[in-house]
């Protein structure tokens, strides 16, 4: 166990400890104590940079199941580091503004923040896994913990359903990359990642490959909330804000993200990767920006921006893994929609974090997050403006903040993929700028309602609960140094490149660099007036100019249909299956014996029958049968007839005494055959049976005892018919293939030779096979108890015999 | 309505010894000719049906003052201890030992702890018909 381990554990072992500490220290808020865990380990993080930024790796192994070759290996490189430092930084942040967010008069303090160090936990075991098998177990554990906290206020019906839904699509995906990772290992026999991306090539070529990449897209699409997963995000904003600051914005959602670019060396060989990746993103950065024009809820703005913003660097890692087509870093063209890709992820953590926490702040002190009872609060909350005009210019991509420049980036990247001319994307290519800019121009125009129609225009104090005044200076600290961030990353963007941005690049496109080389990041404001800078001039003429006329063509999302739209499909689907398998159910499970009979023969017949069949295996071999005599033919005439009467007779004691025919002639037959001990038994307890029967019938209901005949019913007469003859059809076969000789002899010669008796019957009862016996004694005990039981306990009457009571 | 059932009691005082008596035949004969535990046991449970029938269960269990459930205890014991019993002498489960003595009055007898396994049998079997019986019988 290094220390590296315990750093990836401690949240989770802090956890447990979180309970006791709630309990015991009434009076401190109990995130003071969470407080200090993710600062230290950031700082610990931060210690790794001297050796990533050199293309180094730290790896450390604990034995786990080592006989299936699952160790718990964690691999801190390039891209590791960057996630660990974003979820211990922003963590550590998200805890300080949830010190002063949540009331802990009124919250159950212990249980959040327990959800929230096991994600905690869970995440940094995502990003830091060299094991397949150990990423699946964290990953899934983020999943879990997140449906925790999005449902945290389980009181409420909204949050139980965003829970739910976030829960399904997530495990749906995370199941399918279950699958992937299977599939994978079946390829290259490991579950290393370092060792499946030096694979890569076998993996590329194997059949399998097509569906190992769909299955891990999956589950990297619906855990980054891509277009059409992106339903569940919105809806887990019911979670509370610190929560979705800290998951739905810097951390959970990236996962995916984390996943795609983690999982770049092994599959982007292909072209299907390049174009599934790329284009699913840009289709997802578009909806959601679309999308987010039209929410009034702040936080929906948000979530539906942070889909736009994830679908964006997913087509910027997806176009940046054209670049492994040349396979050499001279030819670099490519490469820039990945060092965009990592530039936009850490500058989406800063400002989506921070507009989070300004959303919160703003909930907190007005009581509403409906952009329609808001307005003009800039005079009552000049800080929290400045954040967010900080936070909502970054998104849009104005200068000087980091949006800018990661947006500008985009721009290259998108034109250089319209550009390309192999993964036959000289025909389609070209939609990829286009769809982007028009995506641009949307995400300036909800950055701009989000910050205008809050802040300023009417002041409506008569729909706002509560007097709005600034926030208290513990909730600003956060977004103030997220806001800082963003400045700092905006105006020196160049502090990251080669410390933080180089080396992960270097994980994401390992094949590309020679040992001890890195990759030269170098971004810069001024590039000149190229056609990326016109296309941004041209996002913001644009957007100020649809911001202006709004009202005017707002009108088209109303004409969009309702019918259309995913969450409605969700909802349909979940009720349709919902009611297909009950009705599906329904169908089959009547209830009535009858029809359960009719099922098992059915099958009994089908199973026989063409096991009969097909098989060939029906034989007729009559010639060691014995000679039929006189009485055997007399008593089987007098069997059938009385068994064939029980089927048409009237009343019920025809049916008994006939019954009891039957079974005399059977003790008849056991003294022809020469079974006298059988005989005996058969005609006593033959007796006693139809004694029993004779007591059934005297004791039926007066009510229901009208006499009458069986119902004709084809379907049993056919089933009963089909059983008789392949039963029958069996017995032929197996009596026409008798392989081995009877092993009686032995009895006959051993019965007084061995066990000293003479009834031989008796002796294989009590002797040789004595332990039958002993249990079939056993289960007459069983009966009698069973009757004793039923008959002596019965329930009082007027009791309810309901299981569901 | 109580009818004399005189004839039927008299009767069954003198048929009952004869009923049990062969039901004791079959039971010991069962090594040697055709018998056994089993369908001894259902005929001692006969005689006592044949009792049942011609007096009353009151006046039975008077008689026979017997808990049948008690009785397939016992012999699910004999049957289990007779085979446990095998393994004292280090000899797989259900081994059965015989042998042949002379026994004053009886001469040459056999004797075989199958016999005792067969006890077990017996018991169960009266226990098991008489419960079922007396229990249908006794409930309203």
Known sequence: MSLLHLAVLSPLLLAILIPFLHKYFKNIHTGWFLLPLPAVLFAYFLQFISTTSHGGTVMETVAWISSLGINFTLKVDGLGLLFALLITGIGALVVLYSIYYLNPDKEKLNTFYVYLLLFMGAMLGVVLSDNLIVLYTFWELTSFSSFLLIGYWNHRERSRYGAQKSMLITVFGGLSMLGGILMLYIITGTFSISETIQMSNEVVNHPLFTATLILFLLGAFTKSAQFPFHIWLPDAMEAPTPVSAYLHSATMVKAGIYLVARMTPVFAHSGTWVWLVAGVGVLTLFWGSFSAVKQTDLKAILAFSTVSQLGMIMSLLGAGAAALHYGTIEDGYYIVAVTAAVFHLINHATFKGSLFMVTGIIDHETGTRDIRKLGGLMNFMPITFTLAIIGTFSMAGIPPFNGFLSKEMFFTGMLRVAEMDFFNMDTWGILFPIIAWSASVFTFLYSMMYVFKTFTGKYQPEKLEKKPHEAPIGMLISPVILASLVIIFGIFPNVLSHNIISPAMGSILPSLLENGEGFDVHISHWHGPTAELFMTIGVIAFGLLLYKFMPKWAGIYSKLPSRMSFNRFYDRGLELLELTSKNITKSYMTGFIRTYLVYIFSFFILALASTLIFKNAFQLDLSDVAPIRFFEVVLVLIMAVSAITILFAKSRLTSIILLGAVGYTVALFFVLFRAPDLALTQLVIETVSVALFLLAFYHLPQIRRNEERIRFRATNALISIAVGAIVTMIALSAHSNKTFGSISEYYVENTYKKAGGENMVNVILVDFRGFDTMFEIAVLGIAALGIFAMIKLRLTRGRELDENK | ?140
Do not use: C, R, W
């Open chain 2, 1 to 140: 309505m109580k009818t004399n059932d005189i004839i039927l009691q008299t009767v069954t005082k003198f048929t009952l010894f004869v009923i049990i008596l062969f039901s004791i035949h079959l039971f010991f004969a069962g090594h040697y000719y055709p018998g056994g535990g089993f369908i001894g046991g259902l005929m001692t449970s006969g005689a006592i049906v044949l009792l049942l029938l011609a007096f009353d269960i009151k006046t039975v269990k008077m008689i026979l003052p017997v808990d049948y459930l008690k009785v397939v205890a016992v012999g699910l014991l004999f049957a289990i201890g007779t085979g446990a019993g095998a393994l004292f002498f280090d000899k797989p489960f259900l081994t059965h030992a015989y042998t042949y003595a002379y026994l004053p009055l009886l001469g040459k007898t056999s004797l075989h702890t199958a016999v005792l396994f067969d006890t077990g049998v017996f018991l169960v079997v009266i226990g098991v018909t008489m419960t079922i019986i007396q229990t249908i019988g006794e409930s309203e």
